[in-house]
């Protein structure tokens, strides 16, 4: 059964920092993997969809990168601004989406 | 164009009352999905349709819960008995296409808060 943890649960940064947040799953048996932004009273915006083929992708100031060998995905995050301060999840897509629990990211300004 | 849309955004219903709830995907997606989403944790996978049928229903928790997507766009969740333990937020999300490629982005609308009284 594929279970998805990410770490850390939260963190809080002053703007401007870069920062990476951390995305592990158990089967390695997956199509591709998402990171989806969610504000709060808010649905899921998707912000990076990698390919299991795939080993990163870049879309502005977010990176996301995926080691499919060793269950793991980072999204980094540069000159973090407090506009990102929301709920960051991973999702990884086999037969169907399983979601971490998110990482809650404040950016103090 | 327009996104993912679902109604009511908020829903409070008396324990054991029949409740539905609905969705609209992106025009022309042929994938819907439901998840359930409890507080402080991600979304809980319930059920896929590929255009009318139900190609993946294992995620719905017990036979209170159904879904119908009758014409191949709308669909709509429909939970009996409710109990507490129900209350959550229902989203919904649509892509172009099942599973691979750059078409499977899910795409979330703002999800219905379901409070069971």
């Known amino acids: 059964k594929q279970e998805v943890t990410q770490i850390p649960a939260a963190l809080s940064v002053p703007e401007g920092e870069n920062l990476v947040l951390n995305c592990s799953f158990t089967d390695s048996a997956i199509y591709n993997l998402q990171w989806f932004r969610q504000d709060p009273g808010k649905g899921l915006t998707s912000l990076l969809l990698i390919q299991s083929s795939q080993r990163e992708q870049t879309s502005g100031r977010l990176n996301a990168s995926l080691d499919k060998s060793s269950g793991r995905s980072t999204l980094y995050i540069a000159a973090s601004q407090p506009g990102d301060s929301a709920t960051y999840l991973c999702?990884?897509?086999?037969?169907?989406?399983?979601f971490g629990t998110g990482t809650l990211l404040a950016v103090q300004p | 164009g327009a996104g993912v849309s679902q109604t009511p955004s908020n829903k409070v219903t008396e324990k054991g009352k029949y409740v539905e709830l609905r969705c609209d995907p992106i025009?022309?997606?042929?994938?819907l999905y439901w998840y359930r989403q409890s507080l402080g944790q991600g979304p809980e996978f319930l059920i896929y349709?590929?255009?009318?049928?139900?190609?993946?229903d294992s995620g719905l928790p017990n036979d209170r819960f159904f879904a119908v997507r009758p014409e191949g766009s709308v669909s709509t969740l429909k939970i009996q008995r409710t109990e507490r333990g129900d209350s959550a937020v229902y989203l919904c999300a649509s892509s172009p296409q099942v599973a691979g490629g750059p078409g499977d982005t899910q795409y979330f609308g703002p999800g219905t808060r379901l409070t069971v009284l």
């Open positions: 025009s022309g997606h042929t994938a």
């Open positions: 349709f590929q255009g009318t049928g139900a190609a993946d």
């Open positions: 999702a990884v897509k086999g037969n169907k989406l399983i």
